[in-house]
Nanobody
């Protein structure tokens, strides 16, 4: 069984920063990469960022470029999301996910194999 656990969510004011973490638990495994998605009430889940372990390539949604930074530790099966200059519209439940095999499209939820339960991020105006 593979389990992903997110942490670091909370309530912050606009312009503040937050660092999210996601780590695998249960059993060890190797993954091709990991990603972050978010979902606000009444809206579809949307891609935020992803990291490919091989060559350590990163991918970002346009609305977070320049504000968020994704990083991780492949040996620890852990991924981080440093969130800066937060805006009220960033308020959502943030989910991490992992892809076991190669993929050419990191923005599609269906391309990920395991998901965490999410952590709430609330940005006040």
């Amino acid at each position: 069984q593979v389990q992903l656990v997110e942490s670091g969510g909370g309530l912050v004011q606009a312009g503040g920063s937050l660092r999210l973490s996601c780590a695998a638990s249960g059993r060890t495994f190797s993954s091709y990469g990991m990603g972050w998605f978010r979902q606000a009430p009444g809206k579809e889940r949307e891609f935020v960022a992803a990291i490919r372990w091989s060559g350590v390539a990163t991918y970002y949604a346009d609305f977070v470029k320049g504000r968020f930074i994704i990083s991780g530790d492949n040996a620890k099966n852990t991924v981080y999301l440093q969130m800066n200059s937060l805006k009220p519209e960033d308020t959502a439940v943030y989910y991490c996910a992992t892809r076991l095999w190669y993929t050419s499209n990191w923005s599609l939820p269906e391309n990920y194999d395991y998901w965490g339960q999410g952590t709430q991020v609330t940005v006040s105006s």
